[in-house]
């Protein structure tokens, strides 16, 4: 049976890059060998990395003075590596859920932490919206989808200091003003190729400012002077995220993905919205996430949560059961999720509407 894949991460991908990378598991680049057992520094790999780096830049517009890099440790390590390299003394971060928190918590390691606004409040069902960022942090760090309570922030923000982000979820789901951010990261295994691989775009004029001594293998600066090969880079994972990358070029890039990720979300919203059986955990439209919906039976109806579930199961549908903290329902409906998966799940609903 045809499966339709709603998990988080690792989630979905195009056809595609799964094709390519079954290929390259027997014969990579006509070499006779297995993706997985070159050199990363032979000439084959270096243009599969050459090209991803690339492509990246060229479907995310990212303006010169800008070094992209694939790394390892997933965007956790992230929430480390930023404050390590650029936090001199405080730093203020929207608090936005769990990611958010957990990000918060390492910086704690290197200085001050401000929390500029949080959504707990509501069990993070909202973006906070009207907050002040202190004249004197060295960036504000955001979460621009927040996989787990299934909000989005779907603009670029100005802001008057640094911004740094952690688009692990939504990044490639719609073009974004990178020249407005000094820092982005996200691990890959959310809408870009399987988990082993975190992608970092940096703005090289905002490193080497702290006067922190950085140990070698976390200090960016080293992964930007090496090109992301200063040791074994996760080669399979890279391999796959080029595959993607290539199979979004050729489908119309980001602005492309865009239109669909919100007809793809129009449709589902609009069925949550309708469906009595059903309430989307985020009430404000504006908020609601294009990459994670997440929803719970209506009051009244909560009894009825494991038999949509097992009638959703036999119809294929797999990943739907909501994080632990959220509860009900998530389906994530990433860049490679096709239109038709969300289809079913809308006509499951109507048909379980109409059994009770
Ligand atoms: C999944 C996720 C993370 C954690 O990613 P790892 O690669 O597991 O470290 C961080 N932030 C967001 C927004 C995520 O969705």
Redesign the pocket.
Same mark, same amino acid.
């Given at each position: 049976m045809k499966k339709h894949n709603f998990y988080?991460?690792p989630s979905v991908l195009p056809e595609y890059t799964k094709q390519k990378v079954a290929e390259a598991a027997l014969d990579f680049a006509g070499t006779g060998l297995s993706v997985m057992e070159v050199s990363h520094r032979g000439k084959e790999f270096v243009a599969v990395m050459d090209e991803a780096i690339a492509l990246v830049k060229e479907l995310l517009n990212v303006p010169e003075g800008y070094s992209v890099l694939f790394l390892q440790?997933?965007?956790?390590?992230?929430?480390l590596m930023v404050p390590y390299n650029l936090m001199k003394a405080k730093a203020a971060y929207l608090n936005t859920?769990a990611?958010a928190s957990?990000?918060m918590k390492e910086a704690q390691f290197f200085g001050e932490v401000v929390e500029v606004a949080s959504s707990k409040d509501k069990n993070f069902n909202y973006i906070p919206k009207s907050y002040e960022v202190p004249a004197d942090v060295d960036y504000l760090h955001i %979460? #621009? =989808? =927040? %996989?787990?309570f299934g909000t989005e922030l779907k603009s670029d923000p100005d802001v008057p200091v640094r911004l740094v982000a952690?688009?692990?979820?939504d990044i490639f789901s719609r073009p974004i003003d990178v020249a407005k951010y000094d820092l982005i990261y996200?691990?890959?295994?959310?809408n870009l190729g399987p988990?082993g691989a #975190?992608l970092v775009i940096v703005k090289d004029d905002v490193l080497g400012k702290t006067g922190r001594q950085i140990p070698t293998m976390l200090d960016y600066q080293i992964h930007i002077k090496n090109e992301s090969m200063f040791n074994t880079p996760s080669t399979v994972a890279v391999f796959a995220c080029l595959q993607t990358l290539k199979w979004l070029k050729e489908n119309g890039g980001v602005a492309e993905m865009e239109k669909v990720n919100i007809a793809k979300a129009d449709l589902l919203y609009g069925e949550l919205d309708r469906n009595k059986l059903f309430v989307p955990t985020v009430p404000a439209a504006e908020d609601r996430s294009r990459m994670n919906v997440t929803f719970v039976m209506a009051p009244g109806y909560e009894a009825l949560e494991k038999e949509f579930l097992d009638l959703a199961t036999a119809k294929g549908m797999v990943g739907l059961k909501g994080h632990r903290s959220v509860g009900g329902f998530r389906a994530s409906t990433y860049n490679a999720l096709p239109l038709e998966s969300v289809q079913a799940l809308v006509d499951a609903m109507k048909e379980f509407e109409a059994i009770h």
């Open positions: 988080a991460g440790g997933g965007a956790s390590l992230q929430f859920g990611w957990k990000a %979460t #621009t =989808n =927040n %996989t787990i952690d688009m692990s979820s996200a691990g890959a295994q959310k988990s #975190t």
